[in-house]
């Protein structure tokens, strides 16, 4: 489990491993991102009958789900009771394959091999992330989605997609940096996802390399990277310029929203 004094923080719910506070992070000005407020994680699907009463000790009052619709149909969140369940998908207007159909192509390595291998699947991770910032359903997704977490009576909250590492990763990026923590403890935050998820995924991994799928592919769809998330920064600067301007001109989150989301998530360290 991360150290929740300066990070966010792992919650032990083995069947969802990549579940973690947010909070825990000092800002740059000393102040100290609130906890037991605001949790990512990966799709709830996969909570056991075991892990639900802890899952629900949470206490959460919204879970925003932020998987496309065929995902959702595919493996439907399991959610406690007191929960509403919302869904935002902000990969609505994307065009690109999605994580479904990027398992399906894995099923035969030589057409895995030639459409992902090489870096394909990577620059595939580069582009989708940039669409974060960028596309109308992502804009209009994460604007809903942060304008009620300015609300406490929200509160407390999760966010989840499929693996909790892409769209989940850079809402909580985005958050955090609004927030005040630093671009390194952001980043640091965010390649976490790898020690949870990969585990959570070897046997996937090696199964599909035993079968003659490169192993960078796998590596390249089921973890993360640091340049994915640099690509949604690079995305937000050259759009919007900063962090304060993505929330206020790309999701519609004004000053007073800044305040908001600060006044709810930032105490004194």
Request: charged letters at 20%; glycine letters at 8%; aromatic letters at 8%.
């Amino acid at each position: 489990m991360a150290d929740p004094s300066n990070g966010s923080s792992q919650i032990t719910i083995h069947s969802a491993p990549n579940l973690r506070d947010i909070g825990g992070h000092i800002t740059e000005d000393g102040q100290r991102v609130r906890t037991g407020l605001l949790y990512r994680s990966e799709q709830l699907s996969g909570i056991s009958d075991a892990d639900m009463p802890a899952f629900a000790q949470l206490g959460l009052k919204k879970i925003y789900d932020l998987r496309t619709a065929s995902e959702r149909a595919a493996k439907p969140d399991r959610v406690p009771a007191g929960a509403q369940d919302v869904v935002e998908d902000v990969l609505a207007d994307a065009n690109q394959a999605g994580p479904a159909q990027l398992f399906q192509l894995l099923a035969d390595p030589h057409k895995a091999n030639a459409a992902l291998g090489a870096g394909k699947a990577a620059a595939m991770f580069t582009k989708s992330y940039s669409e974060l910032v960028s596309l109308p359903s992502a804009r209009t997704g994460f604007a809903q989605m942060f304008g009620e977490l300015a609300d406490e009576n929200n509160l407390p909250a999760l966010f989840h997609c499929t693996t909790g590492k892409d769209r989940t990763g850079w809402a909580a990026a985005a958050l955090l940096t609004l927030l005040g923590v630093s671009h390194e403890q952001v980043v640091q935050d965010y390649l976490h996802s790898n020690d949870y998820i990969l585990p959570e995924y070897q046997a996937m991994i090696d199964k599909y390399t035993a079968a003659g799928v490169e192993k960078d592919i796998l590596l390249s769809i089921l973890g993360v990277r640091q340049e994915y998330l640099e690509a949604s920064f690079k995305e937000m600067h050259d759009k919007f310029g900063s962090i304060e301007d993505y929330f206020a001109k790309g999701l519609g989150i004004d000053q007073a929203g800044h305040e908001a989301l600060r006044q709810c998530f930032v105490e004194k360290a």
